[in-house]
């Protein structure tokens, strides 16, 4: 079984234009025959819908905390703790904003059999709990969506290489314990620490995509106690080697990570496809081991 994990714009396009699929499809099926699936994504759906981080109105104080002294993981920790009570929260009072969104949305994608199926292997299971058991995916979208505002936190007077360092040790004991979060935009602020030319760092929530298809990408993705690894289709960024620094970006990030703990990541890498905007055939591929 093959997993893969499609970047929003193009799963944007796959759902909305019919006619997208006729170049798209024969790639799909050359790469990875019939039997695939894809990734479950939080991330994925809330950009999808057109869920922005504004609409959770995040306290100043939530996202530039006051940390007495050195910020120790247990600091960090009961900080992410007030961000999910916050969110969790929030997100109650936006449940009339969540299915609007889905709606308007829903009425952009094609009734078209494959357009259909794709927006069902997506986010079914995703739609399905909001029906059936809105608390557990209020709890579920509060850990992903906390988790984002948490890893762009920049405490007052306090030096942001450190607190991401130890930002990274945080999101590796998760990792670990099979909480499986994506670095995020803590990476962005290692940079220097490889002497890298980057300058495309995480911006919003939005973003998180991006971090999360890179997680995937170098450690693979869990599911009933097995590892596969994730193929990881896109549009070509803007900088022709955005997708390479960023690749490398957090491939370095966690052999410092192995460095630093004295411990083996397990890593189950896969590839990353570039694809034509206009004919979604297959440009280049980029391998991060």
């Not at 100043?60 to 007495?68: G, I, N």
Request: glycine share 4%; charged share 25%.
């Amino acid at each position: 079984m093959k997993f893969i994990y499609p970047d929003n714009p193009l799963i944007r396009a796959l759902t909305d234009r019919p006619e997208t699929w006729e170049g798209f499809y024969d790639a799909l099926i050359t790469l990875f025959g019939r039997n695939f699936k894809c990734v479950e994504s939080y991330y994925l759906f809330f950009e999808y819908i057109g869920f922005t981080k504004e609409k959770l109105e995040i306290p100043h104080l939530l996202s530039q905390p006051h940390f007495e002294g050195v910020a120790s993981e247990k600091m960090l920790e009961k900080h992410l703790l007030s961000i999910n009570e916050y969110i969790h929260k929030k997100l109650y009072s936006l449940k009339g904003d969540l299915h609007s969104l889905i709606h308007e949305r829903m009425k952009h994608t094609s009734p078209f059999r494959a357009s259909q199926e794709l927006v069902h292997s997506l986010f079914g299971t995703i739609f399905l709990l909001m029906e059936k058991n809105f608390e557990e995916f209020i709890t579920y979208s509060t850990t992903h969506l906390a988790w984002d505002v948490f890893c762009a936190i920049h405490p007052l007077r306090l030096p942001l290489k450190l607190i991401r360092e130890k930002q990274l040790g945080l999101w590796l004991n998760r990792w670990e314990q099979g909480t499986k979060l994506p670095f995020g935009k803590l990476i962005d602020d290692q940079s220097p620490n490889y002497k890298m030319d980057f300058t495309s760092p995480f911006k919003e929530r939005e973003d998180m995509v991006d971090a999360e298809m890179h997680t995937y990408l170098i450690l693979g993705y869990e599911i009933e106690e097995q590892i596969h690894s994730v193929h990881c289709l896109t549009y070509p960024p803007q900088d022709p080697h955005a997708l390479s620094k960023r690749t490398e970006l957090a491939l370095s990030t966690i052999v410092h990570l192995q460095n630093t703990l004295g411990k083996e990541i397990q890593k189950i890498s896969g590839k990353i496809y570039s694809l034509d905007k206009k004919t979604h055939t297959l440009i280049e591929t980029h391998e991060p081991m």
